[in-house]
């Protein structure tokens, strides 16, 4: 019974920009890459503050990264509230707009 809440990964931003959960609710973030190159996710604060059992998640980078045409879940319960800044790191994307936040409440 998580809540589901999809991020489509489109060349040079995401859509939404701004993610806002609930602390203590159990999400499943649905990652849709609909570029034709790669992109990722990449929220390393967020990551390192919040239980996260998940996939495809670098727990070291806490980020998310997939190919063009890719799609992958995470799995998690927020634990701490705050703003959290995420973008993607591949180059030049983040400067072209591909950035946003997650808010915890």
Same mark, same amino acid.
């Given at each position: 019974?998580? /809540?589901? *809440?999809? *991020?489509?990964? %489109?060349?040079?931003? +995401?859509?939404?920009?701004?993610?806002?959960?609930?602390?203590?609710?159990?999400? @499943?973030?649905?990652?849709?890459?609909?570029?034709?190159?790669?992109?990722?996710?990449?929220?390393?604060? +967020?990551?390192?503050?919040?239980?996260?059992?998940?996939?495809?998640? &670098? &727990?070291?980078?806490?980020?998310? &990264?997939?190919?063009?045409?890719?799609?992958? &879940?995470? @799995?998690?319960?927020?634990? @701490? *509230?705050?703003?959290?800044?995420?973008?993607?790191?591949?180059? #030049?994307?983040?400067?072209?707009? #591909? %950035?946003? %936040? *997650?808010?915890? /409440?």
């Amino acid at each position: 019974n998580a /809540r589901t *809440i999809e *991020i489509d990964m %489109k060349n040079f931003a +995401f859509v939404p920009a701004t993610i806002t959960l609930q602390r203590g609710v159990p999400y @499943r973030l649905r990652f849709v890459n609909t570029a034709g190159g790669g992109h990722n996710f990449v929220a390393k604060a +967020f990551s390192s503050s919040q239980y996260c059992p998940c996939q495809p998640v &670098d &727990d070291n980078k806490g980020e998310v &990264d997939l190919g063009g045409g890719e799609s992958g &879940d995470v @799995r998690l319960v927020v634990n @701490r *509230i705050g703003t959290y800044d995420v973008h993607c790191s591949h180059f #030049m994307h983040s400067i072209f707009g #591909m %950035k946003g %936040k *997650i808010v915890v /409440r």
